[in-house]
C-alpha cells in the first residue's frame, strides 16, 4: 500500500494569511485527493488532482481559495488561501491504487490547521 | 442530491458481533467503501463493494445490495481495539467524487 507524508502536520496561523500543505507519496499515482475534515465530523471532498491537468472542485470549493498543484505523481501540494477561523480543520491527501478486483484508498496522516 | 446515513453511536461487548449500517442515495454508483478511524488518527481502508453480496476479510465483512441502496460492515470478535469511527463512503462518478457519510462512533466495552 502506499505510504503518504504531510507537511506541515499541524500549524497555527493569523487570519488573513495563506499556508500550504505539501503531500508526497512513496509511489506513482495517477488520482490524489484532498479533503477537510471538521471537529467531530465526517470528510469532506474539496477537490481532485490529477497530474497533468487543472483540479476538479467540489460544490463549496473554488480554486481561488484552494489552490492546487500537481507537478508529478507523487506530490501534490494544497494551499488555504486568506485565512479564516472557519478554516481551522483537519485536512487529508489521499491516493487510489487499483487491483484486479478492487480500488483501495490510502490517506496520510493529515495536517491539524487552527486559524485564530 | 446526494445522501449517505449511518447511525451516529453504537455500542457493543468485547467477543460480541456488531453489523454497522450504511444506506445511500446518489446520482450514481461507482463503489462503496469502509473506512475505521481512530480518534486524532487518519480513516484506514477497510473494504470496497462494487457488486451485490458480501466481501469477507478476516474478522470484518462488507455487505452491499445496489438496488436497496444499502450496505453493512459486520465487525465480529470484537476487540476494544476496534473502538473507533466507522466510515461509509461512495463514490458516485468514475473516477471522481467520493461522498462520506456521518460516520459511526463504536464502543467496545468489556
Known amino acids: 500500500s502506499a505510504v503518504i507524508s504531510q507537511k506541515p502536520s499541524r500549524d497555527i496561523c493569523q487570519r488573513g494569511t495563506s499556508l500550504t500543505i505539501q503531500c508526497q507519496v512513496d509511489s506513482q499515482v495517477t488520482m490524489m485527493f484532498w479533503y477537510r475534515q471538521q471537529p467531530g465530523q465526517s470528510l469532506t471532498l474539496i477537490a481532485t488532482?490529477?497530474?497533468?491537468?487543472?483540479?476538479?472542485?467540489e460544490s463549496g470549493f473554488v480554486i481561488d481559495k484552494f489552490p492546487i498543484s500537481r507537478p508529478n505523481l507523487t506530490f501534490s501540494t494544497l494551499t488555504v488561501s486568506n485565512m479564516s477561523p472557519e478554516d481551522s480543520s483537519i485536512y487529508l491527501c489521499?491516493?487510489?491504487?487499483?487491483?484486479?478486483?478492487?480500488?483501495?484508498?490510502?490517506f496520510g496522516p493529515g495536517t491539524r490547521l487552527t486559524v485564530t | 442530491g446526494q445522501n449517505i446515513d449511518q447511525p451516529t453511536e453504537m455500542t457493543a461487548t468485547e467477543g460480541a458481533i456488531v453489523q454497522i449500517n450504511c444506506t445511500y442515495q446518489t446520482s450514481g454508483f461507482n463503489g462503496l467503501f469502509w473506512y475505521q478511524q481512530h480518534a486524532g488518527e487518519a480513516p484506514t481502508f477497510l473494504s470496497y463493494?462494487?457488486?451485490?453480496g458480501l466481501e469477507e476479510k478476516g474478522r470484518f465483512s462488507s455487505f452491499l445490495s445496489r438496488s436497496k441502496g444499502y450496505s453493512y460492515l459486520l465487525l465480529k470478535e470484537l476487540q476494544m481495539k476496534d473502538s473507533a469511527s466507522y466510515l461509509c463512503a461512495v463514490r458516485d462518478n468514475y473516477g471522481q467524487n467520493f461522498v462520506f457519510g456521518p460516520g459511526t462512533r463504536l464502543s467496545v466495552l468489556p
Open positions: 489521499s491516493v487510489e491504487e487499483s487491483t484486479t478486483t478492487s480500488y483501495e484508498q490510502y
Open positions: 488532482a490529477n497530474q497533468g491537468s487543472e483540479a476538479t472542485y
Open positions: 463493494n462494487v457488486l451485490d
